[in-house]
């Protein structure tokens, strides 16, 4: 099992969140954050005073997958979230030691 | 299992499995009770009945096991009393039993504490869950003292065993100790008790998931009107406190209605979790919901119309308790002489004191004898910064139901006055509301009170959100952020706030509720007597105060067709920093926690950026540390040119003055090197020079033509010469900045694309256009000479535009001090520049400062504009001809007019 998490634009959340959910993938968090890139942001006016704004908000999507899953997952949150231009995002993967429903008590594959 | 089922099957009747049987039993009893639909209060009274019965028996078990003496010399000395929840005879399934074993000094505390520690182990293992204590009357009191928790459950104190005597005792001691002695204070410790955060605490009554015991208008304001009640008249139940006159006929009824609704929900909470559960999850509700047999209606699914019944019950119990409190509350000494010293008399009938607003009772008649005075009433808090006193209100709310719902002008002029005052608006809306005089002036908001939104997101009933959000709004007034100062940039604050009043207010009939707000904006504004500007602006917040949060947060405001789209809708600067601030309001009130830097970074953006265009200038909160950088980078661009000897210090100031007489705009929309080298070209200007400078941009393949000129003849009109001009000679226009200085010098920036000439247009051409631009200035030609001359054969007028956005003509007479400001939104074509700027002209109006600009085949036109006094254009009537010339205009130019126009 593999966590996915993905850093991506605000607005693209829709997308990226019908496209899921149109192949099957359910089981979604979802965070407002902020942050910035190897471009520092690209503001240069704020509240009137000029200097540069490093976070920029963006929004944290969280989906666990069976690994065989993951390519197709990683696939499916790219196209929708990419417009190609600077602050697309990023994705990061890592290995998940165990999952478990509260409800009913189910672990690994099963509770996911 | 009862006794006798057991021993028929045989087995040895066990003690403890016994005592669990009759546990189980009575709660079994009990439910079959509430089952077979019997009230609320009924299965409670069974339950402690009951209980009663059980808890006496079991501890008489328990003392059977005792030698004779020890049995009665308890008796004798020791009572097991009932107080809190127990001792007021009602009991719910499963929540504890709160016992206090009282014994007088003279009995051995040893004895006691034994017998004690055995019977709450027996009633623990038989399934009862109880708190005990084990005190003498005098610990009591002492304890009752200082703990008010304490203090409050022993007012419901009830004998169950033993000593009737000593019960006795421990009733008068409380009485007399606890309250008669101390009655201000001890009314005070209720109070706290209920209230920890004080009685005017923001804690709605109507929370998502309220707890049936515990939240405001829960069961626990019913207590509270108990000791309170104990307190000042001796009499702890309802209808003794209505005998009394401490509750009125009507507030009886509604209590023991909510008390009955409430017991009815907790019992079946209790039931269904099989242990104590008093909060109504959202799990719970809809389960609750199918219990009662509520129906779904039309427009409301079951669940919403029973939260709503809940709603109505907990907020009523809590506003009775709330007056109960507030009339009871003893004021301090120094308080009541302090409000003498300061209070003065108002228009001779009202008095202002810290309290409120108060009124002798024997002027009630005439201050509330019609809609109009009562108004005054709320208007006169406002002004003081008060509420009105406890029992004026009361009086107000007795005398509404006897309003006929007609609305005269001079009430609605007096409902828009207390709308214009920022800081005290919320509590005063909350005081109409809960008289409900704000039902009179607005009927539709009767449909919003306790509507439940059954979703997460939204924390509060919407006409808790609703009065939520007015309170935020006001609140923007210290706010020192851009919100804060748009907020201070509003001038008709009292539209915006009654915006606010009716954004959701659509909400509850199944269709989309901006639409359905819009209609009743509409029916209000008439009814409150708006002329149709400013009822205008109030139907537009309530039509579209979804979409500024909808694009912010969820679409890419880089995108410029998204850009336009929203300020094609928005329309003026006016209405976009309304929208702006109610947008602001609405996500901070819908909960706690909705409103985020997050939030508030994205929205910031794009009011920035829609403010850009459709007002053209950067919507700075700190302008003058701008324009004085400018200042500083215009300077340095000069000193390169400046002669050696001249002092740096006296330049910069003279610099400085210079550029005080260009428009702000100008200033921080032009790079300082033009600046600079536009200041060069005044600074050489003939008296009736017309400069014309023409740039060639590679990167966006357009000329830019620079004119300057201080010929005060040529300056009249001349902006839209020049566009006529321009177009005439196959240009296409398609950014403009024209400004205007102090002095009368004009500074007009035109950017056009070549249609002629695929990369830089040679010098020959260049010099043609400036010749004509001269002469059109001069009078030398017109521009539909040059139309004529330069008109093409076979050219094709009729290209189809790319958008669907409609023609918007926008006039806004608010957001600028000294100019009107218009905002067009049309489809790009040859010659419409030239129409809009003749127009204009025609009109006897001069263009002051202007920003045109083409995104994709749609143009944003913001022109600032004065009459010829030289100042704006703000009567209503003059505003509407204004409008309605300047879209006729358009019209037959976009249905044929642009023929003429074909190069």
């Known amino acids: ?112 | 299992m009862t006794v006798e089922s057991l021993e028929a099957v045989g087995r040895p009747a066990d003690g403890l499995s016994l005592k669990k049987a009759r546990v189980a039993e009575m709660r079994a009893r009990a439910k079959a009770l509430f089952d077979s639909g019997a009230p609320g209060v009924a299965v409670a009274a069974f339950l402690s009945e009951q209980t009663d019965k059980l808890v006496v028996d079991l501890f008489e078990e328990v003392l059977a096991s005792r030698a004779p003496e020890v049995r009665e010399g308890l008796k004798a000395n020791t009572a097991i009393v009932a107080v809190g929840g127990t001792g007021r005879g009602e009991l719910v399934p499963f929540s504890d039993l709160d016992l206090l074993v009282l014994y007088s000094g003279r009995t051995h505390s040893h004895e006691i504490q034994t017998v004690v520690s055995e019977a709450v182990q027996t009633y623990w293992d038989a399934g009862l869950k109880l708190g005990h204590a084990v005190r003498t009357i005098a610990d009591c009191v002492t304890l009752a003292r200082s703990d008010p928790q304490i203090a409050t459950t022993l007012i419901e104190a009830r004998r169950l065993w033993g000593s009737e005597s000593l019960c006795d005792r421990l009733v008068r001691q409380f009485r007399r100790k606890v309250i008669d002695s101390r009655k201000r204070q001890f009314i005070l410790d209720c109070l706290n008790a209920r209230y920890p955060d004080g009685d005017d605490a923001n804690a709605p009554s109507q929370e998502l998931e309220p707890d049936v015991k515990a939240s405001l208008g829960g069961l626990r304001d019913l207590h509270l009107i108990r000791w309170i009640g104990y307190a000042v008249y001796q009499a702890k139940d309802i209808d003794s406190l209505r005998l009394n006159g401490a509750l009125s006929l009507e507030d009886a009824r509604r209590l023991r209605e909510a008390w009955e609704f409430l017991t009815h929900v907790r019992i079946d909470l209790h039931f269904a979790a099989g242990k104590a559960q008093d909060r109504l999850s959202l799990v719970n509700q809809p389960r609750t919901t199918e219990k009662m047999g509520i129906q779904p209606t039309p427009t409301q699914r079951a669940v919403e119309v029973f939260m709503q019944q809940y709603f109505r019950h907990s907020s009523e119990l809590a506003q009775i308790a709330k007056r109960f409190a507030a009339v009871h509350r003893p004021e301090s000494l120094y308080r009541q002489f302090a409000d003498f010293l300061v209070g003065h008399r108002a228009e001779r009938i009202l008095r202002v004191g810290p309290q409120g607003i108060d009124v002798a009772p024997r002027h009630f008649p005439k201050v509330c004898k019609d809609l109009e005075s009562m108004l005054r009433l709320y208007r006169a808090a406002a002004m003081y910064g008060v509420k009105l006193s406890p029992r004026v209100s009361e009086a107000v709310k007795a005398a509404v139901p006897k309003l006929d719902g007609v609305v005269p002008e001079e009430a609605a002029k007096l409902f828009l006055d207390i709308l214009r005052f920022t800081r005290p608006l919320g509590a005063i809306l909350r005081g109409l509301f809960e008289t409900r005089l704000l039902d009179i002036l607005i009927p539709d908001f009767t449909h919003v009170r306790n509507l439940m939104q059954f979703n997460q997101y939204h924390h509060f009933t919407v006409d808790e959100h609703t009065l939520r959000a007015v309170e935020t709004c006001t609140r923007f007034e210290n706010d020192p952020g851009p919100v804060g100062a748009a907020y201070a940039n509003i001038k008709h604050k009292e539209l915006l706030h009654l915006a606010i009043i009716l954004h959701d207010i659509g909400k509850g009939f199944g269709r989309p509720h901006a639409e359905v707000g819009r209609e009743i904006a509409q029916r209000i504004a008439q009814r409150l007597d708006l002329t149709a500007s400013p009822g205008e602006v109030v139907i537009q917040l309530v039509h579209k105060h979804l979409e500024m949060a909808h694009i912010a947060f969820r679409r890419d405001i880089t995108d410029p067709q998204t850009l336009l789209q929203f300020t094609h809708s928005v329309g003026t600067p006016d209405l976009l920093q309304m929208l702006f601030v109610l947008t602001a309001a609405d996500v901070g009130a819908v909960g706690p926690g909705a409103w985020t830097d997050w939030k508030a970074e994205l929205l910031n953006d794009l009011f920035n950026e829609a403010m850009v265009i459709l007002s053209g200038k950067h919507y700075g909160v700190h302008e003058q540390e701008r324009l004085r950088t400018v200042a500083r980078q215009v300077d340095a661009a000069l000193a390169a040119s400046r002669p050696e000897s001249t002092a740096a210090e006296d330049q910069r100031e003279s610099v400085e003055r210079r550029l005080a007489a260009f428009p702000s705009y100008y200033l921080t929309s032009t790079p300082p090197a033009k600046i600079a080298a536009d200041l060069r070209t005044i600074d050489a200007l003939g008296p009736d020079e017309i400069n014309v400078r023409a740039a060639y941009q590679p990167d966006t393949a357009t000329v830019e033509y620079r004119i300057i000129t201080a010929n005060s003849a040529v300056t009249q009109g001349c902006f839209h010469k020049l566009a006529g001009a321009l177009t005439a000679r196959r240009l296409e226009i398609l950014a403009a900045d024209i400004a205007t200085t102090t002095h009368g010098v004009v500074v007009d920036a035109f950017r056009v694309h070549d249609r002629d000439y695929v990369s830089e247009p040679p010098p020959e051409r260049v010099e043609s256009i400036t010749g004509s631009l001269r002469d059109v200035l001069c009078g030398r030609t017109t521009v539909e000479a040059l139309f004529l001359r330069n008109r093409r054969f076979g050219a094709d007028p009729t290209r189809k535009p790319f958008s669907d956005l409609p023609l918007r003509v926008l006039v806004d007479a608010e957001s600028s001090e000294n100019r009107t400001i218009i905002d067009v939104f049309a489809h790009d074509r040859p010659g419409l520049l030239f129409t809009i700027a003749r127009t204009i002209f025609e009109l006897g109006l001069s263009v002051d400062l202007a920003k045109i600009a083409t995104h994709f085949d749609q143009v944003v036109d913001v022109f600032y504009v004065t009459g010829n006094d030289g100042r704006k254009v703000a009567e209503p009537e003059r505003v509407q001809q204004l409008r309605d010339t300047l879209c006729r205009s358009l019209d037959e130019f976009d249905r044929g007019g642009f023929r003429n126009f074909a190069v």
């Open chain 1, 1 to 112: 099992m593999k966590k996915i998490e993905a850093i991506i634009r605000h607005y693209k959340l829709e997308d990226v969140k019908n496209a899921l959910t149109a192949k099957g993938i359910v089981g979604l968090t979802v965070s407002e954050v902020r942050g910035f890139g190897r471009q520092r942001g690209h503001k240069e006016q704020y509240r009137g005073a000029e200097y540069t704004v490093d976070f920029l908000p963006k929004v944290k999507l969280e989906v666990v997958v069976n690994e065989p899953d993951v390519n197709n997952a990683v696939e499916i949150i790219s196209s929708a979230a990419r417009t190609g231009k600077v602050g697309d995002g990023k994705i990061f993967i890592s290995p998940l030691e165990q999952v478990i429903r509260i409800r009913t008590g189910e672990s690994g594959a099963d509770a996911i």
